[in-house]
């Protein structure tokens, strides 16, 4: 199946924005919160509109807790907390998943593992109860964790032949010198491949506990039910000498045009990646920056890097912007994939686009448009439970309070163009970038 | 009415287009999609991926929706769209606010019949397009997939890959692109179906009026080259940089509408894991499905997966493994020929079975909650079958016996009915 990525962006006219019926959206009033005594925060909203029930959640643990020479460690640990417990083998596991027709993952990021589960709403004390074994009691067992690690050491190789994934990495270390950012989550063979079951189990060890663990349950089970069981699963967990993270060090803004160029042998498309450190989803300008990125690289589809490089120019299937949104200062960049031979002019438009973005205040029609749009898009984000989950553990994240998205219209429309531009300013200077290009010979190097 | 209590309504307007409409109010949400019955199934050579390219041009504007303003007025209203091609159909799709989805019903119906396909864009959409291809040729998955495909279909058009052949891409014309265009959408070759917080007759009457003037056109010529039977293994081997390998093995399959579908399907999550109804993913893992153990727990394949599609004509059945490093294509293909051999001599354990359906079930449940992905099966189902297919799909594999599916494998999964295709990576990696 071949999916269309970026449609046309040309005119636009002024709009209205639309306020989605306060009552219909997760507030108060219907999103339940529970703190239990060793600090778990439970978040539900009930939905009996079909049978099922999702569970998502997060701990503040992360590729942030390891050092450099065990990149890695957090993923693999994350990954491994499923392969068995103290209870129960991994097929134990698996059959009860499966059988149900249930899933349930464990993944890591920078600052957080997360998880993410769905079963019928009859087996959702099935998903906790798992879920609680792997984060209390995992067993680290061999040979799963050499098996896993198996695994992760040939996804590394398939990343390390991958454009895009090459472009990335090459643009972290350019934009992360010295920083826990310069290094992906998932390694690197040497770090990975040196992992033992010893390291995983002192990762555990040291850094998993109740506090700060955040779940959402959304779904046809009421949310007394939800909360009880939650409490059977976790509420018994301690952990008195639980860590506090160490703060992130300081990013420094690029001093001025920095390119890096990597080929790989036999391809044919040239990824590249543009842009500085960005803002974390706390600064108090983040929803500015987040309509600036809309008009810069996403509404419309793909807003005005979409019209400049793919629409006018007709030199990239793909080509937009990107904000982070997580407690650090992600890669605020523009993302391509050109023919080779159209690197430079690609280079080229999309610095001309972050020029005008950072000297000139977007139009009035730009941010009413997209106002509109981030206002309008709630009711779609919210359909399914996968997304309210999604939301209420935004909420808890960057304590954004549970009436946060029945403000959020009033919240969206008083940014001004000023304020998309000071944002701009303050991180995006078309003379201060980090240039990142992985593709064929011929084209990157 | 459908069994879960939702107002259904199935039609046909005067000039052919067939409109399927299923009300939903769990949302204030509708979801609309046309469907043109026309794919990279209906090409031939020297007009590979013109189905593909033809779908682009459709987001180029009409007179009346000049290119661009359609894009931020869907975007403005909160809305997403998007368009698909695959082998047997083009579909376009709007998901908007209950309250705003004319916007969406009136774009398609006029670039139905209105869009202008001017050569300007054209040919900035060619540079596009093969830059799309040439993003799909950096994986050597796509490369060893069309391979395969190349070497199952030698007489069916389902021989290329939607996106079309380089070649082709080169030389298809502004005039190649309008003739495909004014041939295949034309309202009798069309259905629309709309799912969400409506009411049917309002919504119909809303139909009438945007779609009904539109003239009825020759039914668009159909010739079809069934694919012989084939009559023996065929291998392709396939090199590239890179160092991983992986393992492709695809069997000549039976088209959605064949009675074999269904035990295939649960055969597929007993040996591949059970494959998800939501179009935009949200599948189970396949951790004690029977390849994964024969496999990924066997430390030969890092990674195993099945497809299985439903398509207008015989498809393929496609296991897919990625190989580890310290391990070669060939152990992983014994392992695999070991795993279909289990499946060939013996029926599947009525317990296995019983997992695959309660999967099944599950999988549907979740499926159901979108009600883009609801629309999306009221217009897909049609295309091969009819919406009867979707609705009555648990209830056909909770018949399905062992028997029946030891039946379907041994036609199926014959060692002369398949193709074998191995990527072998001949190292390299990246360098500054």
């Known amino acids: 199946m071949t999916r269309r990525a970026a449609p046309v962006v040309k005119k636009a006219r002024t709009a209205r924005t639309r306020r989605p019926e306060a009552r219909s959206l997760p507030g108060p009033e219907t999103i339940r919160r529970e703190e239990l005594a060793n600090g778990v925060v439970a978040l539900c909203r009930e939905n009996f509109s079909s049978p099922s029930v999702v569970v998502s959640g997060y701990l503040p643990v992360g590729a942030l807790e390891e050092r450099p020479e065990q990149a890695g460690l957090a993923d693999l640990t994350a990954s491994a907390l499923l392969r068995g417990t103290a209870g129960r083998t991994f097929n134990e596991i698996y059959e009860a998943l499966e059988a149900s027709g249930a899933s349930l993952s464990i993944g890591c990021g920078k600052h957080f593992t997360s998880f993410h589960g769905k079963a019928l709403a009859e087996d959702l004390g099935l998903v906790l109860g798992l879920l609680a074994e792997a984060l209390q009691t995992p067993a680290f067992p061999e040979p799963q964790v050499s098996r896993l690690r198996g695994e992760k050491l040939t996804s590394l190789k398939i990343r390390d032949d991958n454009t895009g994934a090459v472009a990335g990495m090459t643009f972290d270390a ?16 040497q770090t990975v491949g040196a992992l033992t079951k010893g390291d995983l189990h002192k990762f555990h060890q040291e850094f998993f506990g109740p506090r700060g663990l955040v779940l959402a349950v959304v779904g046809s ?15 018994a967990w301690t952990r008195p000498a639980q860590p506090t993270r160490r703060p992130l060090p300081e990013v ?29 989803r706390l600064e108090p300008d983040y ?46 960049e523009v993302l391509a994939g050109v023919g080779p031979a159209n690197v430079e002019r690609a280079i080229d438009l999309i610095r001309q686009e972050l020029r005008r973005f950072a000297t000139r205040r977007v139009t009035t029609s730009e941010l009413s448009d997209n106002q509109a749009n981030f206002v309008g898009r709630l009711p779609l984000q919210l359909e399914a439970n996968e997304g309210v989950a999604s939301a209420l553990l935004a909420l808890e994240r960057f304590s954004l309070g549970l009436d946060y998205y029945q403000r959020y219209a009033d919240r969206i429309r008083s940014v001004t163009r000023d304020q998309i531009l000071e944002t701009a300013r303050r991180f995006l200077d078309a003379d201060r970038l980090l240039i990142a290009v992985a593709g064929p010979e011929d084209g990157a190097s | 009415m459908t069994a879960a209590g939702n107002r259904l309504l199935r039609t046909r307007l005067r000039n052919g287009l067939e409109v399927r409409l299923k009300e939903i109010h769990t949302a204030p949400l509708i979801s609309s999609w046309v469907w043109y019955r026309v794919g990279s199934r209906n090409e031939r050579a020297g007009r590979t991926g013109i189905s593909h390219w033809t779908e682009h041009m459709l987001f180029k504007g009409t007179p009346t929706f000049p290119a661009g303003v359609l894009d931020k007025a869907i975007s403005r209203d909160g809305g997403t769209w998007n368009a698909f091609t695959w082998v047997d159909w083009t579909a376009y799709f709007e998901t908007m606010p209950a309250d705003r989805i004319d916007l969406g019903l009136r774009l398609e119906a006029d670039r139905m019949a209105n869009s202008l396909f001017e050569k300007t864009e054209v040919e900035s959409e060619r540079t596009v397009i093969i830059s799309e291809r040439q993003g799909s040729e950096n994986e050597p998955t796509f490369r060893l997939s069309e391979e395969l495909m190349a070497a199952a279909f030698r007489v069916h058009s389902y021989h290329h890959e939607v996106v079309g052949d380089m070649a082709d891409l080169k030389t298809i014309s502004r005039e190649d692109l309008y003739a495909h265009y004014r041939a295949f959408y034309v309202p009798n070759n069309a259905l629309l179906a709309v799912a969400g917080d409506f009411r049917i007759e309002a919504m119909l009457d809303r139909i009438r009026a945007l779609f009904g003037a539109i003239p009825r056109a020759p039914q668009p010529a159909v010739r079809m080259r069934p694919e012989p039977e084939q009559q023996g293994e065929r291998r392709v081997t396939l090199e590239g940089p890179g160092e991983t390998a992986y393992l492709e093995v695809a069997y000549h399959a039976p088209s959605g509408a064949q009675a074999d579908f269904f035990p295939m399907t649960v055969l597929d999550s007993v040996l591949a894991g ?77 317990s296995e079975v ?15 909650e979108s009600i883009t992905n609801q629309a999306f099966w009221l217009g897909y189902s049609e295309m ?16 399905v016996t062992p028997e029946e599916i030891l039946q379907a494998a041994r036609k199926v999964l014959a060692p002369s009915n398949r193709v074998v295709g191995i990527y072998r990576p001949t190292g390299g990696g990246a360098h500054d």
Not at chain 1, 176 to 187: C, K, L, Q
Not at chain 1, 222 to 234: I, K, Y
Request: include cysteine; hydrophobic fraction near 40%.
């Open chain 2, 354 to 368: 019983a997992k695959a359906i309660k999967q099944a079930r599950a999988l549907f449940a979740y499926g159901s």
């Open chain 2, 274 to 350: 059970a494959s998800s109804l939501n179009l935009f993913g949200g599948g189970l893992s396949n951790k004690t499905s029977r390849l994964y153990r024969a496999l990924v727990e066997k430390e030969l394949a890092a990674s195993v997966g099945g497809s299985l599609s439903a398509t207008i004509d015989p498809y393929l059945y496609v296991l897919r493994a990625t190989v580890r490093p310290d391990r070669s294509p060939e152990e992983v293909l014994d392992a695999l020929d070991a795993e279909i051999r289990r499946v060939l001599d013996n029926p599947l354990e009525a």
């Open chain 1, 221 to 235: 089970v009421p949310a007394g039910t939800v909360l009880d069981e939650v409490q059977r699963a976790l509420g």
């Open chain 1, 252 to 280: 420094q803004p690029p001093h001025g045009i920095v390119r890096k160029q990597v080929a790989l042998a036999g391809k044919s498309q040239c990824d590249i990646v543009v842009g500085a450190p960005g803002p974390s």
């Open chain 1, 174 to 189: 350019l934009a992360y010198p010295g920083h826990p950012y310069a290094i992906p989550e998932d390694g690197y063979p």
């Open chain 1, 287 to 332: 929803l500015a920056a987040a309509l600036g990125n809309s008009i810069l690289g996403r509404f419309g589809l793909m807003g005005r890097i979409g019209d400049a490089v793919r629409e006018s120019s007709g030199l990239a299937y793909y080509a937009y912007s990107s904000i982070g949104a997580s407690p650090g200062p992600d890669p605020w």
């Open chain 2, 384 to 399: 091969f079958a009819d919406y009867a297919w979707f609705e009555g799909y648990v209830d056909r594999l909770a018949r």
